[in-house]
T-cell receptor, first 114, second 111 residues
C-alpha cells in the first residue's frame, strides 16, 4: 500500500537550533517527493521537491532535504531555525511524471522557542 | 496576483443546504485538484481534472460534484451538507508531471 509516515507529530526546537523532520514512504514505483509547509490559517506552500538527479535538494527559506532510496526516506533539514518557521510540515509522494495524486503524511507541527 | 485562488475563504452553513466553492488558477496549468483536510489536518485527494476531463475520482460521496468549465477553473458543489463535511477544502493546480500549487483553502463549517 502507498503511504507516507511522519513519525514526529510535534517537535519543539529553540530558535537558532538545527532541525530535522523525518519522512518515510512506501510506494510501488520511484515516486516524486515533496515537502509542503502550512502556516496557521494558510494554504500549503511548496518548500522543495525531488524528481530525479542529485539526492540532496535545496528549497526555499533555507530548507534542504535528502532522498535516500535504500531507506525510503526524504528527511527535511534546516541548519538554523527562525521563529517564523513555526508551522505544520507535510511530506508527500506522488507518481513520477503523472498526475499529482499526492499522498500526504499526517504532518509534523513545529514549535520554535525564543 | 494570486496563482490559485478560492472563494469563499470561510463558509458556515446549515445541514441539508447546498453550497459551492470556486477555484481559479492563472498559472496556465492543465490539471486541477480538490483536496480535503480534516480536523486532524490529514490531507486526501478528492478529484482531479486534466483539460476539463475528470481523471481522478476518489471514494467521495456523490453529494460532491466537481465541475470544470475550462482549464483555469474547477468548482466544487456539495449537496445536502452533513456535519461530517466540515473540513478545509484545498484547490490545487499543476502541469502534468509537475508540482502542485495550492490555494489558501476554504474552511467549511456545517452546523
Amino acid at each position: 500500500a502507498q503511504s507516507v509516515t511522519q513519525p514526529d507529530i510535534h517537535i519543539t526546537v529553540s530558535e537558532g537550533a538545527s532541525l530535522e523532520l523525518r519522512c518515510n514512504y512506501s510506494y510501488g514505483a520511484t515516486p516524486y517527493l515533496f515537502w509542503y509547509v502550512q502556516s496557521p490559517g494558510q494554504g500549503l506552500q511548496l518548500l522543495l521537491k525531488y524528481f530525479s538527479g542529485d539526492t540532496l535538494v535545496q528549497g526555499i527559506k533555507g530548507f534542504e532535504a535528502e532522498f535516500k532510496r535504500s531507506q525510503s526516506s526524504f528527511n527535511l533539514r534546516k541548519p538554523s531555525v527562525h521563529w517564523s518557521d513555526a508551522a505544520e510540515y507535510f511530506c508527500a509522494v506522488g507518481p513520477s511524471g503523472g498526475y499529482n495524486k499526492l499522498i500526504f503524511g499526517a504532518g509534523t507541527r513545529l514549535a520554535v522557542h525564543p | 496576483d494570486t496563482a490559485v485562488s478560492q472563494t469563499p475563504k470561510y463558509l458556515v452553513t446549515q445541514m441539508g443546504n447546498d453550497k459551492s466553492i470556486k477555484c481559479e488558477q492563472n498559472l496556465g496549468h492543465d490539471t486541477m485538484y480538490w483536496y480535503k483536510q480534516d480536523s486532524k489536518k490529514f490531507l486526501k485527494i478528492m478529484f482531479s481534472y486534466n483539460n476539463k476531463e475528470l481523471i481522478i475520482n476518489e471514494t467521495v460521496p456523490n453529494r460532491f460534484s466537481p465541475k470544470s468549465p475550462d482549464k483555469a477553473h474547477l468548482n466544487l458543489h456539495i449537496n445536502s451538507l452533513e456535519l461530517g463535511d466540515s473540513a478545509v477544502y484545498f484547490c490545487a493546480s499543476s502541469t502534468t508531471g509537475g508540482e502542485a500549487f495550492f490555494g489558501q483553502g476554504t474552511r467549511l463549517t456545517v452546523v
